[in-house]
């Protein structure tokens, strides 16, 4: 047991602190994982809004991707972004898969040529 004053410390697998999840082994998959959500999200306002307005100029739609997803990848990454996550990989992907108009199943590879 831990003590703070005469409050009991409760000992917790993991912490999120402005965002950051934290753990014991400095693991932030588990924080890249909830901002990958939390900017997936947000990519499907960014979708919603492009139907609605058929289809954006390319320079409109990076400056909204820039203004709306990016900010949300952005923030905490000097914590966690040392190393590259599939799942935050995905995100520019799934981008530009919509901006390109292909589906799914196109490969990585061929986006990112």
């Known amino acids: ?11 917790v ?20 994982k909830t901002v990958a959500q939390s900017a997936n999200r947000a990519f499907g306002l960014l979708i919603a809004k492009c139907k609605i307005m058929d289809r954006l100029p390319y320079d409109a739609f990076t400056k909204l991707y820039d203004s709306v997803v990016w900010p949300i990848i ?25 901006l390109l108009g292909k589906g799914g199943n ?8």
């Open 74 to 98: 952005d923030y905490g990454a000097p914590i966690w972004g040392v190393k590259s996550y599939s799942c935050i990989n995905a995100v520019h992907n799934r981008a530009i898969l919509f």
């Open 1 to 11: 047991m831990f003590f703070c004053g005469d409050k009991q410390l409760e000992i």
């Open 13 to 32: 697998d993991k912490y999120t602190y402005l965002g950051i999840v934290l753990n014991e082994h400095s693991d932030y998959s588990i924080t890249a």
């Open 106 to 113: 196109t490969p990585n590879d061929a986006v990112a040529g």
